[in-house]
Structure formats: structure tokens, C-alpha cells
């Protein structure tokens, strides 16, 4: 089954203590993001990597960093996370050269993250 | 800078009646059109998907339209169910930010049986 695959789903931490949220996905996709989902904010792109080693930041990158080591994984690492960074993380990947031609992107279930 | 909204933010309908979910966005220079539904707690699932050259796209009881030159797209349901209940969000992928798509805040569908 064609899936992406986030984990943990849902985490809470204390303020300054690194995690990573890993994502991975199983239909060989070249392009791979990373959004947050916040109330009256909607969903906005964090990081995004159109392909292996090839990583480029979106919308709102302060805090995080991302690895793209291989193909079919793309964790979001939160060095030092505070507590504007509780969220709801949306992992996405798409066919790569192809984003162009338009694919339809498919998304992880959502990481629930809440930083005391 | 592209902005996308969707009107309305709510809406609640009988079972069984057809309607019409708007998104409109400031700037024509776009890949694609996709619309999506997010269920509580869940991720989002891609319902259709229009290219910047398609005017519309049929999926079962659902059909989206785009008309590019004046930054507008409808999701149209037919006879709505109970199980359509959901937030239903738009989204554009733009030419030149390296393939992101830029939301609506979407609008939350409720179909009371």
C-alpha cells in the first residue's frame, strides 16, 4: 500500500530537549516536504527536498532542520524546541522532476507535538 | 505573494442536498489546483487534482472546476452524506516556489442526516 508514514503521531515534550519526527515514504518519490497545521494559520511549508541531498526551506524553517540521506526518508529535527513550535506536522511527498507536471501530493497522518 | 480563501469557513446542509465549496486565489500562475479533505485528527486525502490547462475534474459525486484567469475553483457535491462530513481544504502549487502548495484555511463541512 502507497503510504507515508510519521512517527511519533503524538509527542509531548519540555522546552530545549532535541526530537526528531521521522518520515517515510514507500513510492519512490523524489519530492518530500514538511508543513505545520496551526488554527487561523492553516497549513504552512516548512522545509521541502526535491531530491536526495538536495534540501531547501519553505515558508517558516526557523527552528527546524531537515536530512534527506536517502530517497525514501525525510525527518524534521527541532534542535531545541519552545513551545511556538506545538503543532500539528504534516509530512507530503509527491513524483519529483514530475511536482512540474503537477502529481497529486500525498500526505502522512500528522504528528500531534506539544512542547511544555 | 499568492494568497488562497475559501468561503465559506462553515457550512452545515440537510443529507442529501447538492452543494458548492469556493476557492479563490490571487495569482494565475499555477501548476495545478488540488483539492483535499482532512477528517479530525487526520492527514489529508487528495479528492481531484485540476491542471492549470483543465477546466474541471470529475471524481464519483464530486466535481471541481477551475477558471484560472479569474483565480477561482468550485468543489461541487452531489447529494450529499453524513460520511462528507470533514474539512475540506484547496490548495495551489505555484511556478516558482519550488513546488509548494499554498493552502486555503479550508471549510468545514457538516451534513446532518
Known amino acids: 500500500e502507497a503510504q507515508v508514514t510519521q512517527n511519533p503521531r503524538y509527542l509531548i515534550t519540555v522546552t530545549g530537549k532535541k526530537l526528531t519526527v521521522t518520515c517515510s515514504q514507500n513510492m519512490n518519490h523524489e519530492y518530500m516536504s514538511w508543513y505545520r497545521q496551526d488554527p487561523g494559520l492553516g497549513l504552512r511549508q516548512i522545509y521541502y527536498s526535491m531530491n536526495v541531498e538536495v534540501t531547501d526551506k519553505g515558508d517558516v524553517p526557523e527552528g527546524y532542520k531537515v536530512s534527506r540521506k536517502e530517497k525514501r526518508n525525510f525527518p524534521l529535527i527541532l534542535e531545541s524546541p519552545s513551545p511556538n513550535q506545538t503543532s500539528l506536522y504534516f509530512c507530503?511527498?509527491?513524483?519529483?522532476?514530475?511536482?512540474?507536471?503537477?502529481?497529486?501530493?500525498?500526505f502522512g497522518e500528522g504528528s500531534w507535538l506539544t512542547v511544555v | 505573494k499568492q494568497e488562497v480563501t475559501q468561503i465559506p469557513a462553515a457550512l452545515s446542509v440537510p443529507e442529501g442536498e447538492n452543494l458548492v465549496l469556493n476557492c479563490s486565489f490571487t495569482?494565475?500562475?499555477?501548476?495545478?489546483l488540488q483539492w483535499f479533505r482532512q477528517d479530525p485528527g487526520k492527514g489529508l486525502t487528495s479528492l481531484l487534482l485540476i491542471q492549470s490547462s483543465q477546466r474541471e475534474q470529475t471524481s464519483g459525486r464530486l466535481n471541481a472546476s477551475l477558471d484560472k484567469s479569474s483565480g477561482r475553483s468550485t468543489l461541487y457535491i452531489a447529494a450529499s452524506q453524513p460520511g462528507d462530513s470533514a474539512t475540506y481544504l484547496c490548495?495551489?502549487?505555484?511556478?516558482?516556489?519550488?513546488?509548494?502548495?499554498?493552502f486555503g484555511q479550508g471549510t468545514e463541512l457538516s451534513v446532518k442526516p
Open positions: 507530503a511527498s509527491s513524483p519529483g522532476r514530475t511536482v512540474i507536471s503537477g502529481n497529486t501530493i500525498y
Open positions: 490548495a495551489v502549487r505555484h511556478y516558482n516556489q519550488g513546488g509548494k502548495l499554498i
Open positions: 495569482d494565475s500562475a499555477i501548476y495545478n
